[in-house]
């Protein structure tokens, strides 16, 4: 009973930024936490940030770390993955999940999925 709406994806150049958004709705109540998970073709889905709905807990992936920050807007419901330094690499189909439990860094700990949004970064 929570649906995720992504938004902000693109194609950008090497060295570039893009803010993506995550607007959740339904029963935002029963968010623990949310997390952003990224897919490239002929590979696993990768974690690559999370936050708990407080906003007062965040983790990240190694990869993304001094690149990429997590943030929360409590009052709009959104969750905000700004992506600086962008690397080819970082392409991929990125998701805006949650759960309702706990906070994870894992994604079959999340129940809830985003249709997704393609980051392109060229060289």
């Known amino acids: 009973q929570v649906t995720l709406v992504e938004s902000g994806g693109g194609l950008v150049q090497a060295g570039d930024s893009l803010r993506l958004s995550c607007a959740a709705s339904g029963r935002t109540s029963t968010i623990s936490a949310t997390g952003w998970f990224r897919q490239a073709p002929g590979k696993g889905r990768e974690f690559v940030a999370a936050i708990n709905w407080s906003g007062l807990y965040t983790a990240l992936a190694d990869s993304v770390k001094g690149r990429f920050t997590i943030s929360r807007d409590n009052a709009k419901n959104m969750v905000i993955l700004q992506m600086n330094s962008l690397k080819p690499e970082d392409t991929a189909g990125y998701y805006c999940?949650?759960?309702?439990?706990?906070?994870?860094?894992?994604?079959?700990?999340?129940?809830?999925w985003g249709q997704g949004t393609q980051v392109t970064v060229s060289s």
């Open positions: 999940a949650a759960t309702g439990f706990g906070f994870s860094t894992r994604d079959y700990d999340y129940a809830y």
